[in-house]
Structures are given as structure tokens and as C-alpha cells.
């Protein structure tokens, strides 16, 4: 496997009517940026184009997994490690999850100076989810999550 591009997993998930994505990235800025564009092309298989609703659930989408994907490879860097990005399409909703070996500083939303360059990305993660988190992952790592409600 080539580390800088991931592989991807793709396999239902119970119950029968949820539909997963899942796939390992380098926690670099090429391995987040590769692992973003598999999920916008899961994506549009999985969703219709010609839904409004879906429409907008994709461009939020997209954006959310660029900036926790972004974060894992700037925040959750552990050398020889991987990071995995999983996504979960059901009626409902869609989950995403951004799992990283990181576990010992957990992200929180902080307030950017006006001319900083960062800290505006979990702002962004609260704007565009209906709810986000994270959770501990075992065993050492942290999950963030963010869910949009279709």
C-alpha cells in the first residue's frame, strides 16, 4: 500500500440500509488532501445530484471532511502511524469520522485573532454539523465526529 494515497474499504454496514465508506490516510497534508477526494467521489455515487437536500449535504460534507481530515494530519502526526477516515450514509443522516493516534490533546473550538491564519476550523465544524464530538479511541487516539442530518 502506498501511504500517501490510503486504501479504501468499502463494505456495507448493518443494518442494511446504512452505506459505509472507510479508508486509512498518511497524516500528511497529501494524505488528507487524497483521502478527502475518495470520499467526494463516494459521495456522489451515493447521493443524487438531482436532490436539492443532498446537494447541500454534500457541500457540507465536503467541507467538514477536508477540515477534520486537515486537522488529524496537522494535530494527530504520530510517526509510522495512519489515520482513518470512516463515513456512514443512512436515511437519516450522515456520520463522519476522523480517527487519529493523538489522543493526549483533544480539539475544542478556540477564538482565531483577526489576522490569524488558524483556529477558525472547529468554528467551521460547529456551523456546518447538526452535532460534533469526540471520543476517546483505544488504544491511544482520538475519534472526532461530526453528523449532518438529511
Avoid: Y
Wanted: charged share 20%; hydrophobic share 40%; with cysteine.
Amino acid at each position: 500500500m502506498n501511504q500517501e494515497t490510503g486504501t479504501t474499504i468499502r463494505q456495507p454496514l448493518l443494518p442494511a440500509d446504512h452505506l459505509g465508506f472507510s479508508a486509512l490516510f498518511a497524516t500528511t497534508e497529501h494524505g488528507a488532501h487524497s483521502v478527502r477526494h475518495a470520499a467526494e467521489r463516494w459521495l456522489a455515487e451515493h447521493l443524487s445530484a438531482d436532490n436539492p437536500h443532498d446537494e447541500a449535504l454534500v457541500s457540507s460534507a465536503t467541507l467538514l471532511i477536508a477540515e477534520l481530515t486537515a486537522n488529524a494530519a496537522l494535530h494527530g502526526h504520530v510517526r509510522g502511524r495512519e489515520a482513518r477516515l470512516r463515513l456512514c450514509l443512512d436515511p437519516g443522516e450522515l456520520r463522519i469520522e476522523v480517527t487519529d493516534a493523538r489522543g493526549d490533546v483533544l480539539p475544542a473550538p478556540q477564538l482565531a485573532g483577526e489576522h490569524g491564519e488558524s483556529g477558525r476550523g472547529l468554528v467551521l465544524v460547529t456551523a456546518l454539523s447538526d452535532e460534533w464530538g469526540v471520543r476517546p479511541h483505544h488504544p491511544g487516539g482520538k475519534t472526532v465526529w461530526a453528523v449532518c442530518r438529511r
